[in-house]
């Protein structure tokens, strides 16, 4: 038997990848369609074969399941934000960030289009470097930080996120001859029938790697979890943790929060923090009592 990950699946069969090159059509062994164990593409399978045809014997534990789009063992997520055109969404990105910390993921921020505002990207760059990610410069269009970008994609499987419009589709098109997806407003090339129906797959890099074609967490609703573990949430929070005045501080209205005195001292930025309060009264909203 030989290990692979299912790459794109259509009307029952798979398109299986083996040692990250070799493509191989399977079928589900019977057993798996009776168990009516749902495959996803981004599982990894064991698989009997006889040359570029083969058969899924058996689906291997997954350790993530994003469910929108669907895709298993998903470890990463680029967020992309354009340094303008369209102006860079902080709430929106914080709001991915969010998202990609409750379901373990590792994040990077990918800067787009530094070729129209070399300035605040840079900005932004020390702004989520200071909140503790990893962050890259690039530029679609101007080859620049295709490298780092396939540097971080190495190894893992990624989606990407972000708003329409900023350059993902043109970023993962740079990254390898041969790929070719929509570039521009895809709604209004395609028509949305066509657009909705179509399925997920994976793109395998020669550098290493799998990009998941469509973007990771499509509709976004506040995370469903408690106001007292948003924080957990935040990198860049947990230095001062317990150092609150009030055990339990949620670091809005509470005296001697260290949070607060954090973010008065810019230690914490400001647009960081206010996101956080935004999303607190989200989550609130959500309780039940
Ligand atoms: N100036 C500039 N324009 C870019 C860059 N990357 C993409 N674009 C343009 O931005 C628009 C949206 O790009 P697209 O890849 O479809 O964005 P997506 O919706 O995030 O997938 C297109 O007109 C691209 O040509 C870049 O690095 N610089
Ligand atoms: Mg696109
Ligand atoms: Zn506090």
Redesign the pocket.
């Known amino acids: 038997m030989e290990d692979g990950i299912i790459i794109k699946g259509i009307g029952g069969f798979y398109e299986v990848l083996i040692e990250g090159q070799l493509t191989v059509t399977c079928r589900l062994r019977g057993r798996l369609r009776l168990e009516g164990e749902r495959v996803l593409v981004g599982d990894r399978v064991r698989i009997t074969r006889s040359g570029q045809e083969g058969v899924v014997e058996e689906i291997l534990p997954r350790t993530t399941h994003l469910q929108r789009p669907p895709i298993a063992n998903v470890n990463q997520v680029m967020v992309?934000m354009?340094a303008a055109?369209p102006d860079p969404d902080l709430i929106l990105l914080d709001r991915i960030l969010v998202h990609a910390e409750l379901a373990g993921l590792e994040a990077v921020v990918v800067i787009?289009?530094?070729?129209?505002a070399a300035g605040p990207a840079s900005s932004l760059q020390s702004l989520y470097n200071k909140a503790g990610y990893q962050t890259v410069a690039?530029?679609?269009?101007?080859k620049?930080g295709l490298d780092c970008i396939r540097d971080k994609l190495a190894g893992k499987l990624t989606t990407?996120a972000?708003?329409?419009?900023?350059?993902?589709?043109?970023?993962?098109?740079a990254l390898e001859p041969g790929f070719s997806?929509?570039?521009?407003?895809?709604s209004a090339k395609l028509g949305r029938g066509r657009h909705t129906t179509r399925s997920v797959s994976l793109l395998p890099l020669s550098s290493g790697g799998l990009i998941a074609d469509t973007?990771g967490f499509s509709r976004l609703e506040m995370v469903n979890t408690e106001p007292e573990r948003l924080q957990d949430l935040f990198p860049e929070f947990t230095a001062y943790q317990g150092l609150c005045q009030f055990r339990g501080c949620l670091h809005r209205h509470e005296p001697k929060c260290a949070v607060k005195q954090a973010v008065a001292g810019n230690s914490i930025a400001h647009s960081r923090y206010e996101n956080y309060l935004l999303f607190l009264s989200e989550i609130e909203a959500k309780q039940p009592y």
Request: aromatic residues 2%; glycine residues 12%.
């Open positions: 992309v354009a055109n787009n289009k530094v070729d129209l690039a530029s679609a269009k101007a620049v990407f972000g708003p329409s419009g900023v350059g993902k589709s043109s970023l993962i098109n997806l929509q570039i521009g407003d895809v973007p």
